[in-house]
């Protein structure tokens, strides 16, 4: 069955520092794989997804992933955190027998001014 | 701001109230989803509509009836909940059903 694991339940960083929220998988086939942000009280707000291609992916905000298949993971990072990224992250897989998006457990960012 | 509105945003029902959930895209997407979400956990697939037809029932009980009445509109009507119905529940929507998903800022339902 696929499925996305993400190892973290919260992740603390200072504001200006790198960050990574870490996504591993495990699918039969071709992965695609996406990253969502939720805001309090929000819906989910679509950050990036691989499909194909380059395995570095580049989304909205700043943030990037990079997909990779020998570790079977599809870390979500940025370069300088803002404390605005406070929020919850979501990796998610589509499954290929039913193209339904599965989610991982998620991942609370915090980050400190 | 989203561009799936989905209304109201909040709602308080007792278990023998009957009420709708509203949801509205004008993205011309021919999928839309249910999703249920209780506090920091991930979303919950209940349903999914692909070109106004429902697709998908996650064996979500009878008392949640989803209704897409046309391309732009999805509905799910409630019926004799219980307490642990309480939730947000989020309406998304999608291009087809394997492209990125747009949510709703969701309804969050009490049920008292």
């Known amino acids: 069955a696929q499925s996305v694991a993400q190892p973290e339940d919260q992740v603390n960083v200072a504001e200006g520092n790198p960050l990574t929220v870490k996504c591993t998988y495990s699918v039969s086939g071709n992965p695609y794989l996406f990253w969502y942000v939720q805001y309090p009280n929000r819906g989910l707000q679509f950050l990036l997804k691989?499909?194909?291609?380059?395995?570095l992916v580049k989304g909205s905000y700043g943030f990037e992933a990079e997909f990779n298949k020998s570790q079977t993971s599809f870390h979500l990072k940025k370069p300088s955190a803002l404390v605005s990224d406070s929020a919850l992250y979501f990796c998610a897989v589509r499954d290929g027998n039913t193209d339904k998006l599965i989610f991982g457990t998620g991942t609370r960012l915090q980050v400190f001014p | 701001d989203t561009e799936v509105t989905q209304t109201p945003k909040h709602l308080v029902m007792g278990m023998t109230n009957k009420k709708s959930l509203k949801c509205e895209q004008h993205m011309g997407h021919r999928a839309m989803y249910w999703y249920k979400q209780k506090a920091k956990k991930p979303p919950e697939l209940m349903f999914v509509?692909?070109?106004?037809?429902?697709?998908i029932n996650e064996s979500v009980p009878s008392r949640f009836s989803p209704e897409c009445p046309n391309s732009s509109l999805l509905n799910l009507h409630l019926h004799a909940l219980q307490p642990e119905d309480s939730a947000l529940y989020l309406c998304a929507s999608s291009l087809g059903t394997v492209q990125d998903l747009h949510f709703g800022n969701g309804t969050r339902l009490t049920v008292t």
């Open positions: 509509y692909s070109y106004e037809k429902l697709s």
């Open positions: 691989y499909i194909t291609g380059d395995n």
